[in-house]
């Protein structure tokens, strides 16, 4: 099964919306085009004068002879000791993680609104209120309707 989603965000800090295309598994086309391999090639920014092509552990600029110069710059967020390590610092008291709520909670919520688009077709999001615009049947997959008895409050 592959699955793909383009999300638009609007204008806030830059001078056009951006999209943003999310795969479940690999963007072949892409991949292709510029001859990646797919092994680790988990995130891929796409842009006018080039592809940068991310893991966890690597990444590649391309077409390779166009950024055979390139130096990248000195890093500045420490490597991770692994998220489970992080989670369980932060819990005790440590720095946050990298992945905290504030940042993944979004991340997540961004996600899991693709998988609704992929089983009731598109919508506009309104984040503050929670709700689908231009699609009821996405919003009845939004939250639950519990039986009397059973709600979350």
Not at 15 to 40: C, F, M, T
Not at 63 to 79: C, G, M, S, V, Y
Not at 109 to 118: D, I, S
Request: aromatic share 14%; glycine share 10%.
């Amino acid at each position: 099964m592959s699955m793909h989603v383009t999300y638009r965000f609007a204008e806030t800090n830059q001078d056009s919306p951006i999209d943003l295309h999310w795969y479940h598994g690999a963007p072949r086309g892409v991949i292709q085009k510029i001859g990646v391999d797919e092994k680790g090639a988990n995130t891929i920014f796409v842009g006018d004068e080039g592809v940068l092509v991310c893991g966890f552990d690597k990444r590649k600029l391309y077409p390779e002879e166009k950024f055979a110069d390139f130096t990248a710059p000195e890093p500045f967020i420490p490597d991770s000791p692994g998220f489970y390590n992080e989670w369980i610092s932060a819990c005790k008291g440590g720095e946050a993680a990298t992945c905290h709520f504030d940042y993944s909670g979004p991340m997540a919520e961004t996600v899991l609104l693709g998988n609704v688009a992929y089983r009731a077709g598109g919508f506009d999001w309104d984040a503050e209120s929670l709700q689908t615009v231009g699609n009821t049947v996405a919003q009845t997959l939004i939250q639950t309707a519990y039986r009397k008895g059973w709600e979350i409050d």
